[in-house]
């Protein structure tokens, strides 16, 4: 694996299949992010997102904890917030990424640790994790995506009760919810993720990237407006190079060789 612009506190490496691993590097605060932590998030992922060479990303942390959220110590002298960039905490939570995220939640994700795993397209958390949007008992709010997706993802009620206690829930918890995909012990979180991410990168780049558009676009939509948009992104995949290519492969019984045109 090469590094991917990562620095001390966010190890980021790309192996030769297109995968980016990217881990918050913090263990001494629990994986906290700090304002020059998410912004190295940020580059990381504004990289990524326009690089052909990586195709599917997972984001997991350091030692016992996924992330702990933001590093508070910025904020109990009274300053603004400095972990919010442009595409939200950690760069991640205001991004529709063209590409497969996977959380791999090797411990606990509360606060904005919660609310990068609800950006991400598919959880893989361990036996030990808990999640929950903790900001209410800090005086703030999960406003870098945790109560826009809570809202959308879930029932109203299992919505408040998780936003107005702010309580932590286990991960089996929070998979019942369909907040998370897999529940696995700890030494298997990267397998599993790594397997998942595998799985994607076998899969058109272009293709991924118009079913992820449709689907954060469906529920924003009418039904039949979203089938207009459905329609029109395959009429224009059919006739991408990939879009030949897969048929071709698939008649011709061969691996299908993507090149993301």
């Known amino acids: 694996m090469a ?45 990524a997102e326009t690089d052909p060479a990586v195709r599917a990303i997972i984001v997991t942390g350091t030692g016992k904890v996924f992330c702990a959220g ?46 990068i795993a609800l950006s991400c397209d598919m959880v893989v958390a361990s036996e030990r994790a808990k999640f929950g949007c903790t900001e209410v008992g800090l005086g703030i709010i999960a406003s870098t995506g945790g109560l826009v997706r809570l809202a959308r993802d879930i029932n109203r009620k299992d919505c ?21 995909n897999y529940v696995v012990p700890v030494e298997e979180v990267m397998d599993k993720a790594i397997e998942l991410a595998e799985d994607c990168l076998k899969n058109a780049p272009l293709a991924l990237k118009w079913t992820k558009y449709i689907v954060h676009a469906a ?21 991408t190079a990939d879009g030949i290519e897969g048929p071709a492969a698939f008649v011709e019984k061969r691996t299908p060789n993507w090149i993301g045109k």
Do not use: W
């Open 70 to 115: 933001e590093d508070l110590s910025e904020l109990s002298e009274g300053g603004e917030c400095q972990t919010v960039t442009e595409h939200g905490f950690g760069g991640l939570t205001a991004r529709l990424c063209s590409k497969p995220v996977i959380a791999a939640c090797n411990g606990s994700a509360a606060g904005g640790g919660m609310e």
């Open 219 to 239: 529920d924003q939509m009418s039904e039949e407006d979203a089938m207009r948009y459905s329609d029109a992104a395959y009429r224009f995949l059919e006739k």
């Open 160 to 180: 408040m009760e998780l936003l107005l206690t702010g309580k932590k829930i286990k991960a089996d918890e929070a998979k019942a919810l369909g907040l998370i």
């Open 3 to 47: 590094d991917y612009f990562g620095t001390d506190t966010v190890v980021s490496e790309l192996r030769e299949d297109g995968l980016l691993i990217i881990r918050i590097n913090r263990p001494e605060v629990a994986n906290a992010l700090n304002g020059a932590t998410s912004k190295a998030m940020e580059n990381i992922m504004n990289n």
